[in-house]
């Protein structure tokens, strides 16, 4: 059973830092891509940043050059680095499991990933 547990949410003040993770099981985590979203009340869910097996990175142009998305494949966890928060990246970030193995290309098209987390809360203030 896929399992997809994350942390490291929280209240910062603009221009901090936060670094979520989220712990994979019940699966090789090593063949699947695997993504960031995030929603904030009352706006559609968009993606963050994006990871393929071998590591290529995609991110949505709002976070390009202050958000990093990396994976651990020996501890089945997958991280994003926020730097430079704005209060415009408030909103619940959940991490996701692509559907299928095989693809090399990372992608923040929702459709792609079959299994969700619970969700970590990030909260900017200004």
């Known amino acids: 059973q896929v399992h997809l547990v994350e942390s490291g949410g929280g209240s910062v003040q603009a221009g901090g830092s936060l670094r979520l993770a989220c712990v994979a099981s019940g699966y090789p985590f090593t063949f699947y891509r695997m993504a960031w979203f995030r929603q904030a009340p009352g706006k559609e869910r968009e993606g963050v940043a994006a990871?393929?097996?071998?590591?290529?990175?995609d991110y949505a142009d709002s976070v390009k050059g202050r958000f990093t998305i990396s994976r651990d494949n020996a501890a089945n966890t997958l991280y994003l680095q926020m730097n430079a928060l704005k209060p415009e990246d408030t909103a619940m970030y959940y991490c996701?499991?692509?559907?299928?193995?095989?693809?090399?290309?990372?992608?923040?098209?929702?459709?792609?990933?079959?299994?969700w987390g619970q969700g970590t809360q990030v909260t900017v203030s200004s």
């Open positions: 990871i393929s097996v071998a590591s290529s990175a």
């Open positions: 996701a499991r692509a559907q299928n193995t095989g693809s090399p290309v990372p992608t923040l098209t929702a459709g792609a990933y079959q299994f």
